[in-house]
T-cell receptor, first 110, second 116 residues
């Protein structure tokens, strides 16, 4: 499989808590992307971080990237029940295709 | 609508039956991708088109899988003689190409194929 590793595979938290998901990859990257997938809206692009960036914010999302460790993390602050979904990291290869991780299934309980 | 549209949303096929899955990309999007997503897994690349040209089909799992995009817009993924292991969600994505680079991909809702 070309997929990277994500952990945890599943995460259950209470509304208002923060959720952290991690992603590791094997080859060098130009950028890393995070996607969310739920049954209502399909697979949606959340945020992209370039290889020369260490941290990026978008609303309640914070992404970090450590190219020396080939890893990235996605932090969702002040989680809401509507954040319940699967989250995937993905890198784009030179041909343009996205290579996804296995995903983290997040459950936010009200 | 303005997004990527896939049909049907759900398809149940008997083993051995042929199926055809349709993808309508966002108008003007040059790039079109097909992915296969098994239950509990991330999407896995199947094939890539730029306009009508199929530039990469390295992810197609067998010669039973065939994709086309004859006029550079709508694409069809065909699976012949379906097997139970073909059961998955099939996702289509489209994107622009700017300065030779594929930009953000927009995904359709997918077609859930169940082979019984």
């Amino acid at each position: 499989s070309q997929q990277g590793e994500e952990d945890p595979q599943a995460l259950s938290i209470q509304e208002g808590e923060n959720a952290t998901m991690n992603c590791s990859y094997k080859t060098s990257i130009n950028n890393l992307q995070w996607y969310r997938q739920n049954s209502g809206r399909g697979l949606v692009h959340l945020i992209l971080i370039r290889s020369n960036e260490r941290e990026k914010h978008s609303g309640r999302l914070r992404v970090t990237l450590d190219t020396s460790k080939k890893s990235s993390s996605l932090l969702i602050t002040a989680s809401r029940a509507a954040d319940t979904a699967s989250y995937f990291c993905a890198r784009r290869n030179q041909g343009g295709k996205l290579i996804f991780g296995q995903g983290t299934e997040l459950s936010v309980k009200p | 609508g303005a997004g990527v549209s896939q049909s049907p949303r759900y398809k149940v096929a008997k083993r051995g039956q042929d199926v055809a899955l349709r993808c309508d990309p966002i108008s003007g999007h040059v790039s079109l991708f097909w992915y296969q997503q098994a239950l509990g897994q991330g999407p896995e690349f199947l094939t890539y088109f730029q306009n009508e040209a199929q530039l990469d089909k390295s992810g197609l799992p067998s010669d039973r899988f065939f994709a086309e995009r004859p006029e550079g817009s709508v694409s069809t993924l065909k699976i012949q003689r379906t097997q139970q292991e073909d059961s998955a969600v099939y996702l289509c994505a489209s994107s622009l190409v700017i300065w030779g680079r594929v930009t953000e991909a927009f995904f359709g809702q997918g077609t859930r194929l169940t082979v019984v």
